[in-house]
């Protein structure tokens, strides 16, 4: 059974750093797609930033500059939060994609106070 597991979040004050971290255990094809998404209350969830098999790169706008996606190995992930802001309180959530299926963490609380 394949399990995406999200570690790393918690409560941090404006201006300060977090790292996620994505970890993906299990049988799975080769991972081509590492996604992280946000999702704040009342809102919709959304994507911020993703990794292909390449080593391609994508950022919303929100977060272009501070936050950095690497590739720690074929089955993990990190998310480098760098200048956190109040806004970008939400549950964080991972997905992974191999050729034929998506899995989801289920998701880790971050909380910037100001």
């Known amino acids: 059974q394949v399990q995406v597991v999200e570690s790393g979040g918690g409560l941090v004050q404006a201006g300060e750093s977090l790292r996620l971290s994505c970890v993906v255990s299990g049988r799975t094809y080769s991972i081509n797609f590492f996604g992280w998404y946000r999702q704040a209350p009342g809102k919709q969830r959304e994507l911020i930033t993703d990794?292909?098999?390449?080593?391609?790169t994508n950022y919303h706008d929100s977060v272009k500059g501070r936050f950095t996606i690497s590739r720690d190995n074929a089955k993990a992930v990190s998310l480098q939060m760098n200048s956190l802001k109040p806004e970008d309180t939400a549950v964080y959530y991972c997905k992974v994609m191999d050729y034929f299926t998506e899995y989801w963490g289920q998701g880790i609380q971050v909380t910037v106070s100001s």
């Open positions: 990794i292909r098999s390449s080593g391609a």
